[in-house]
Each structure stands twice: as structure tokens, then as C-alpha cells.
């Protein structure tokens, strides 16, 4: 079976060494996701499994025929950006920008997590409803590393686009 | 990497089959086997893919539950039932990694993660556990994470994981597959090992053996917190972790379950603690003699000392805020 990327259609027909992030960027020719660390410890290569965000890095492409990977060029465009995407750049949240696809796949998936009801280390009640704040985002998203250090107004985009969902 | 056989398991049986193979292993999230692979840490032949096995679902088992052992970290933390009613244990996998790795780690996985020392890491160094009979790196080196209970001479790595902690203090169960077929229960506080002389083996695991789920005891009730001390505030292994369920009646404690993360080759429980602060009223004297007789033969190995006056101070604050107390 094939693999979906972005609503197209790939076959798995590589060395089985091949991680899903080099398959995407070379295989797939897809090269917006990125690699930093390759050992799961930045998040730059943060996409979209069957909606859940993982580290595309640490999972090896022929493990997933049959499944849907959504990456960033698949979640907008430049002349129909994702608000996401939207937010980012109004908000100034990169610098370099090598973190920004793996921090926007990764925020959008955030979202959905918590309009799921799933909490994190530092909502206080672990069995309630998780309220978005400063503190939920900052937990929520640690997994996305930022050399440049553009955290406060990464902050700020996702909490303008959280703010205009809820 | 190494190139290796790719397999994928259909059915357990089969998996079983497979795994006996000298060189073979099994990947489930692949989220520390690949990050190993990647290092030639581990150079497994042949890999055997589980993750089309039934071993999802969390169910209803008893008057407790049955979780998969491909049951996703995320999915198990989200889980209503273990959220409201084993909630030290949604904490401790809360308190581990991030939600994206969180996503592919699995139950079984995360119980089999290997150690985080550095030399284990580093093909450059001796390490008995990577290599063994080659010696112990960390020993006179640097070993600020290491263990401070139930060390050898051979190797002082602790296990790195959170949620194993949680399942300790529970008194949760790992059901196994094995070779032949037949399934065994070994109790998560005889599952993972002590290093004794043979530091290469983390756990109980024969060749061939599948985990297939996790078996939750009835809600143990109380207060349960999970508390994790580490160098940043997420995202970062425990220098020390404690998960406590307590209860207290008339003044009291009536039970007590308390595990620890961080100080050894295992998730650390000791009864005797258990059975000192039973049946007292909660004081700070009390919980300084509880601390005392936890480390009693605690030592450090240099870089790591102090995480001797650490977990006291940790165990002293879980408790007080488990007595009602304040931090
Ligand atoms: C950057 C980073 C930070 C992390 N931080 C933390 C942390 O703070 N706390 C924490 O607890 N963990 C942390 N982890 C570790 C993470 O929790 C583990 O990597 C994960 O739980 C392993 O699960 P997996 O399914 O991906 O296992 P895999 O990588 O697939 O496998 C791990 C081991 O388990 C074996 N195995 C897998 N499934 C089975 C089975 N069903 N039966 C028998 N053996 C099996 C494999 O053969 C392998 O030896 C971190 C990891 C990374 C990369
Ligand atoms: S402590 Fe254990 S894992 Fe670390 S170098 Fe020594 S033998 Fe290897
Ligand atoms: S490249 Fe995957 S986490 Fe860094
Ligand atoms: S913008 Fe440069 S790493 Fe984040």
C-alpha cells in the first residue's frame, strides 16, 4: 500500500533505513519539513500522522503504508496560508525561520489536542478541561526548539489564532 | 545504521517466531531503538515491526484495566479512566518527553527504554552494558544522572523512564507472550533488573517474549501526585522523581505507596518505608526517619552525591503535600 502525503499518493519503495523525514525531503521531494537534531530532541521535523503530531525523524518510512502524513506545504499555501501560518508572520514568530514548519505543524496539532480535552503536566486538575494560557502553550509546545529564541511572539501567534478559535 | 531485515509481525505467534532469531528485535514507536540504531548503540539484523499486532485499547480488566501494550503515551494520558482514577499515573507520563514523541511511544516501549548514560551513548567509551566485560566509564567519570541505590560494581545507569515509576508505586502488572505461546504476569517491580554483573540485560525479557498489555490494580483512591525534579522544567529526563498515592484517615496515614525515579537500574520501591509511615501521624520528624531509612544505603558516586540530600528533600515535600501539609 501506498503512503499519503499532503492528499498524494507515494510508494514505499526505499532502503528500510529510511526515516519518514528523509523519505518526505528526498523521496517525496517535500524538503519544507526539516532536520536539526535527527534524534527527536528539536522538533524541527515536527509533521502530521493521521492528524497527530510526532517527530518524523524517529520513525521509519516503511513502517507507515496506509497512513497519512500532513506536512507544511500541505497545511497552506503563500497565497492561501493556514492562520497558523497567517499569524506567524504578522506576529514576527521565527527568525531564521528553520524551526517554523516543525513549530507550526506542531501548534496546529496543539490545538486540536486541547479542543480534545487532553491536559498537560501543568493544567491542575489532570482529570479536567484544559484552559489555554501563557504556561499551557509554553508546556505544550516544548517539544519545538528555537535557536533564535522567537518564543515570546511564537507565543503570541498561536495565542491570537487559539483566541479567534475558541 | 546498519542495515537490518525489515518483518512485520502478523500475529503474535508469529512475532514470537521471529523475535527467538539471533539479531532480532522488536520496534514499536522506534522513538528510542532508532535514535540507538542511528548511533550503532544497537545494531539489531533483523527488525520486527508489532505495531499491526491487536495490542491496542485500554479495557476494563477486573475490578481494574487492561492497557495494550501498543497503546500510545498520548492516548493513555488522555484516557478518561486513568485520568480520574489513576492520575499519578496520566502525571508521570505527562511529565515525560513531549506530546509529539508522546504520540508514537508506546506502552511496551517506554517500559523496555534503555538508560540515557552518557557513555552508553558514546561507541568510544567502555561501558558493560553496551559491550560487555569492556568496563565501566561512568565509574570515576562523570555521572551526574547515575544511581544512588542498588549500583554495582559493573554499572551505575539508572533507568530514564517516568511512566514505569507511576506503575510502580501502583503495583501495576506486565503481561508477557512468550515464545511457546504462553503468557506469563511479572509484577513492574520485578520487571525491570538490578545490574548485578550482568548490566547488558535492563529487564526479565527472554527472546522471543512480546509485551502484550499493562494490568491496572482497582483505583487505589487517595491523593496521588507524581513529582519531577530534572534541569529544565520540561522536556528533560528526572534527576529524581517520586510518585506517591496516599492515604490519610483520622489523622493518620493509612496506606502509603511510594516509587521513585532517577535513583536506580529500576523504578526504586521499598516497602519498609511503606510500612514506617503507616498507621503515624504525618510530622516532618516522621518523614525525615522515612527519607533516612530510604537512603540508608544510598551512595554517591561523585558528580551525582547530590542527589542523596535531593530526594530526601523531594520525598519530604510529596509527603507534605500528600498530608494535607503545604510544600
Ligand atoms: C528527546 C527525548 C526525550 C525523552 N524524554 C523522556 C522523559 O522525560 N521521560 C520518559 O519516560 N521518557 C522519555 N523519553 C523516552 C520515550 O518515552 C521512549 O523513547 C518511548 O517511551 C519508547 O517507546 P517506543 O514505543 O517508541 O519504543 P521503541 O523505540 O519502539 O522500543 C524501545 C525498546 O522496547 C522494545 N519493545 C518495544 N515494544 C515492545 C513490546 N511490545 N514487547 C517487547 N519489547 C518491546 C524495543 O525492542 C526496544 O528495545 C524521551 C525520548 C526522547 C527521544
Ligand atoms: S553506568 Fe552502565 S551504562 Fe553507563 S557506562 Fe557504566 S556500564 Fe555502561
Ligand atoms: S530532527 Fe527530528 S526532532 Fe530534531
Ligand atoms: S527561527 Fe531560527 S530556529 Fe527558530
Known amino acids: 500500500m501506498p503512503i499519503t502525503i499532503n492528499g498524494a499518493e507515494y510508494e514505499l519503495d526505499v532502503d528500510p533505513r529510511t526515516s519518514l523525514l528523509d523519505f518526505l525531503r528526498r523521496d517525496a521531494g517535500l524538503t519544507g519539513t526539516k532536520k536539526g537534531c535527527d534524534h527527536g530532541q528539536c522538533g524541527a521535523c515536527t509533521v502530521l500522522l493521521n492528524g497527530q503530531r510526532i517527530n518524523s525523524c524517529l520513525t521509519l518510512a516503511v513502517m507507515h503504508d496506509g497512513d497519512s502524513v500532513t506536512t507544511i506545504e500541505g497545511l497552506g499555501t503563500p497565497d492561501a496560508p493556514h492562520p497558523l501560518q497567517a499569524a506567524f508572520v504578522r506576529h514576527d514568530g521565527y527568525q531564521c525561520g528553520y524551526c517554523t514548519p516543525g513549530q507550526i505543524c506542531s501548534a496546529k496539532a496543539m490545538l486540536d489536542e486541547i479542543a480534545a480535552g487532553w491536559t498537560s503536566f501543568v493544567s491542575d486538575d489532570v482529570a479536567g478541561t484544559p484552559k489555554l494560557s501563557e504556561e499551557e502553550i509554553r508546556e505544550r509546545m516544548s517539544g519545538n526548539l528555537c535557536r533564535c529564541g522567537a518564543y515570546s511572539n511564537i507565543v503570541a501567534a498561536i495565542s491570537e489564532v487559539a483566541e479567534a478559535q475558541a | ?327
Open chain 2, 1 to 327: 545504521m546498519k542495515p537490518f531485515d525489515y518483518q512485520r509481525a502478523h500475529g503474535l505467534d508469529d512475532a514470537g517466531q521471529l523475535l527467538v532469531a539471533d539479531g532480532a528485535k522488536p520496534i514499536a514507536g522506534g522513538t528510542n531503538l532508532l535514535d540507538l540504531m542511528k548511533l550503532e548503540v544497537e545494531t539489531p539484523t533483523a527488525l520486527v515491526d508489532v505495531n499491526r499486532l491487536p495490542l491496542g485499547g485500554i479495557t476494563a480488566h477486573g475490578e481494574g484495566l487492561y492497557i495494550g501494550a501498543l497503546v500510545s503515551n498520548c492516548a493513555c494520558a488522555a484516557d478518561p479512566r486513568i485520568r480520574s482514577d489513576y492520575p499519578v499515573l496520566a502525571r508521570a507520563i505527562l511529565a515525560g518527553a513531549t506530546f509529539q514523541l508522546r504520540n508514537k511511544a508506546t506502552t511496551g516501549g517506554n517500559l523496555c527504554q534503555r538508560t540515557r548514560c552518557y557513555y552508553f551513548y558514546d561507541l568510544s567509551q567502555t561501558c558493560n552494558k553496551r559491550a560487555p566485560g569492556t568496563g565501566c566509564a561512568a565509574i570515576g567519570g562523570f555521572n551526574r544522572i547515575h544511581a544512588i541505590l542498588g549500583a554495582s560494581d559493573t554499572c551505575i545507569a539508572t533507568y530514564p523512564g517516568d511512566m514505569a515509576v507511576a506503575l510502580s508505586a501502583l503495583d501495576a502488572t506486565v503481561e508477557i507472550h512468550d515464545v511457546k505461546g504462553d503468557k506469563r504476569l511479572v509484577p513492574v517491580r520485578d520487571f525491570h533488573r538490578l545490574p548485578g554483573d550482568t548490566p547488558e540485560r535492563d529487564n526479565v525479557l527472554e527472546p522471543g517474549d512480546v509485551i502484550t498489555g499493562v494490568v491496572l490494580p482497582a483505583p487505589a483512591g487517595g491523593t496521588q501526585l507524581y513529582r519531577k525534579v530534572r534541569d529544565r522544567a520540561s522536556y528533560a529526563f528526572a534527576l529524581v522523581s517520586v510518585a506517591a498515592v496516599i492515604h490519610v484517615e483520622d489523622g493518620k496515614i493509612a496506606k502509603a505507596r511510594l516509587a521513585f525515579g532517577g535513583l536506580a537500574h529500576k523504578p526504586w520501591h521499598d516497602a519498609r518505608v511503606e510500612a514506617l509511615l503507616e498507621g503515624e501521624a504525618p510530622s516532618d520528624a516522621l518523614f525525615d526517619q522515612a527519607a533516612a531509612l530510604l537512603l540508608d544505603e544510598a551512595r554517591g558516586q561523585g558528580s551525582n552525591d547530590f542527589k542523596i540530600p535531593l530526594t530526601r528533600r523531594t520525598l519530604k515535600a510529596v509527603l507534605r503535600e500528600a498530608t494535607g501539609g503545604t510544600l
